[in-house]
């Protein structure tokens, strides 16, 4: 593989657990580039040593990140290439490498993702959830009141949503989610692609009762089914059709009342259109 240009930000993916899922591409950035800026030296130096990498190392966290930040933007202005690793996964994916993604951005720097493993996107593929469109949440706030207002936020939904947790912090979030969302299904992995590696696969409820007798360890991926519409019963067809036609007698076509009263009570179009037909008197 050539040698990486200069004068660039690498966003490189690293393994999650596993060191074996470090990418051949991965590897060659980290010995090409000039230097390395990561969340936890002492845990890069592990996997540099596994791959047998000597190279500079900067610190880059959240409490340094405005100097530390800074200053690599200087280093490659100057002509000099950096890879930026987070402890395990894909850095600026619910980490403060974002400000320094935004920061090259902003100077015109080249930002160069070399793509990996994500805690994320693993627990979706491996949920039994829907898996088509999904969202993001990231970590909960520690405190009450913005974690319930980000709860209520979401609470409509309809999409599979994904949290972080960490254990100590595990039922206190599940019991939120269950106060908020209701008892919903959800995929709890934790330790993804290490020993321990597991996926609890139930609802809520049941993921509570289980952490309480089963004391939680390692990070979690919480993945979430989004809310579900309630099947529409008999009543609730009767009242749209009863309304369409108070509309129809006001003066509106059949069209204009079956598409407002299909908007404003949730029931399809095609469906509330033959209920209404099929319910006209015969002439």
């Known amino acids: 593989m050539p040698h990486q240009p200069h004068a660039a930000l690498y966003i490189v993916a690293t393994p999650i657990g596993n060191l074996d899922d470090i990418s051949t591409r991965a590897a060659q950035t980290l010995r090409d580039v000039d230097f390395i800026a990561a969340e936890d030296t002492r845990v890069t130096i592990k996997l540099l040593t596994r791959l047998n990498i000597k190279k500079h190392l900067i610190s880059y966290y959240e409490h340094n990140r405005k100097e530390s930040g800074s200053n690599i933007l200087s280093r490659i202005l100057s002509g000099e290439s950096c890879a930026l690793l987070s402890d395990a996964g894909t850095p600026a994916i619910s980490d403060p490498g974002e400000d320094l993604v935004r920061l090259c951005a902003e100077a015109g720097i080249p930002v160069i993702p070399v793509p990996g493993p994500c805690a994320a996107v693993a627990a979706v593929s491996v949920s039994g959830l829907p898996a088509g469109r999904f969202t993001f949440e990231g970590f909960l706030s520690t405190a009450r009141k913005s974690r319930f207002e980000h709860l209520n936020e979401i609470s409509n939904e309809k999409r599979t949503m994904v949290f972080y947790e960490a254990p100590h ?95 404003e009570s949730g029931t399809p179009k095609n469906t509330l259109y033959k209920a209404v037909v099929s319910s006209e008197p015969s002439q």
Not at 231 to 237: A, K, Q, S
Request: hydrophobic letters at 35%.
């Open 169 to 263: 912090k595990l039922i206190r979030t599940l019991s939120d989610m269950l106060t908020v969302l209701g008892d919903r299904r959800i995929a709890i992995s934790r330790e993804l692609t290490k020993i321990y590696e597991e996926t609890l696969r139930c609802t809520i409820s049941e993921a509570i009762t289980h952490f309480e007798q089963t004391a939680p360890r390692g990070e979690f991926v919480l993945v979430i089914e989004g809310k579900q519409d309630e099947p529409l019963t008999e009543t609730d067809i009767e009242k749209s059709v009863a309304a369409v036609r108070k509309h129809i007698d006001d003066g509106y076509s059949i069209k204009d009342a079956v598409k407002k009263i299909s908007t």
